[in-house]
């Protein structure tokens, strides 16, 4: 409604001309084409998960270990099962900041992790209510309202929180996994068995990519 703002729909850019301050821009849109200038550009690159297979400490590579991109794939599906045996997954444990607020993987927070896991947890809870999930991180993060989706979480008898670090995952028999957690809210440490263990990694600008990020 802005008269100030023209939205090309369909659009693809061909040509991008000129200089800072003065780029000429070649659209083509619906068939049509059309140029303007413009002073500056935002390039909205998008981005792509952090590489899990970096994660061998947090059990990436076991059948049953997968990333939030995996899960959101496996729930869209209308139910949630062990990669390794096609059981359903009724002991879900989520480890927050996979790879991310690390300096030796992502330095920075991804800001959108920790409302997916949620998400994905009461996701999970709908699809199957005899499933139990485990949301083990270091810092939840859920600015303005979203402290409200939080809450949702907590109300839930069968999700389960605590702060701690996730020190391994192993396999024991039958690709179950048991996650190793130290500095937890209830203990120096702990142990949580999982059926399925979900990597919330972060995203990596796609422009961006590579070790001078790291």
Not at 29 to 54: E, L
Not at 152 to 171: C, H, L, M, N, Y
Request: hydrophobic fraction near 35%.
């Amino acid at each position: 409604k802005n008269d100030r703002i023209k939205v090309h729909l369909g659009a693809t850019i061909e040509k991008i001309s000129g200089q800072p301050g003065q780029f000429d821009i070649t659209l083509k849109s619906n068939g049509s084409g059309a140029q303007f200038r413009v002073g500056a550009i935002v390039q909205a690159t998008g981005w792509k998960p952090y590489d899990a297979s970096r994660l061998g400490h947090l059990g990436y590579g076991c059948p049953n270990v997968v990333t939030n991109v995996q899960m959101e794939q496996m729930a869209a599906s209308g139910k949630i099962t062990r990669p390794s045996d096609g059981k359903p997954a009724r002991r879900i444990a989520f480890i927050q900041c996979a790879g991310s607020r690390d300096a030796a993987h992502l330095p920075y927070c991804s800001a959108v992790c920790c409302r997916v896991s949620l998400k994905q947890a009461l996701w999970a809870r709908e699809l199957d209510s005899e499933t139990q999930a485990y949301i083990l991180y270091k810092d939840i993060r859920t600015p303005g309202q979203y402290e409200d989706f939080y809450r949702r979480a907590q109300e839930d008898p069968a999700i389960f929180f605590t702060k701690g670090e996730v020190v391994s995952v192993k396999e024991t028999g039958d690709h179950n996994l048991v996650v190793d957690v130290d500095n937890t809210l209830i203990d120096k440490h702990i142990q949580v068995e999982a059926d399925l263990v979900v990597l919330a990694t972060g995203m990596v600008p796609v422009a961006a990519d590579g070790e001078l990020l790291r």
